[in-house]
C-alpha cells in the first residue's frame, strides 16, 4: 500500500478529504504536494511526523513498512525516536551518547539495588 492510500484512508477515518483544509493546515503543504504524493512522491520526514503524531499511528505505517499502525512506545519514547530521526549526523551522535549515559547510570542503580 501507498504512502497517498494510507494518507487518504487515515483522512476518509476522521470524515476528511486528502485536500481538505484541516490537512493542508496539518501538514502546511499544498494541493501540488498532495497529488504529487498520490502520483507516488513521499513527504518530508518532519511532515510524515507532523501526520504520524495527528493521526496516532507509526511513521513506519504511514509508509507501508509495517500493517501495525502504532509503535507501541510511549509519548517520550516516541519523542527520542522522532528527535533522532530528524537530527543530522551531529545530533544523532549526541542523542545516542546522551542514550548510552543514562542506561550505564541505570545500570549501576540497579546493580546498587540487588547487591
Known sequence: ?????RYAGLCAERGLSAQSREMF????????TISGWKRGAEPRPA???RLAKYFGVSVDYLLGLTEVR??????HERL?????RMADAEGQQEIIYACQNEKR?????LALQEG
Request: charged content about 25%; glycine content about 10%.
Open 105 to 109: 547510570k541505570a545500570e549501576k542503580r
Open 80 to 84: 527520542i525516536v522522532d528527535a533522532f
Open 25 to 32: 493546515d496539518v501538514t502546511g503543504v499544498t494541493t501540488g
Open 47 to 49: 511532515i510524515l511526523v
Open 1 to 5: 500500500m501507498s504512502f497517498y492510500d
Open 70 to 75: 502504532t509503535s507501541g512506545l510511549s509519548d
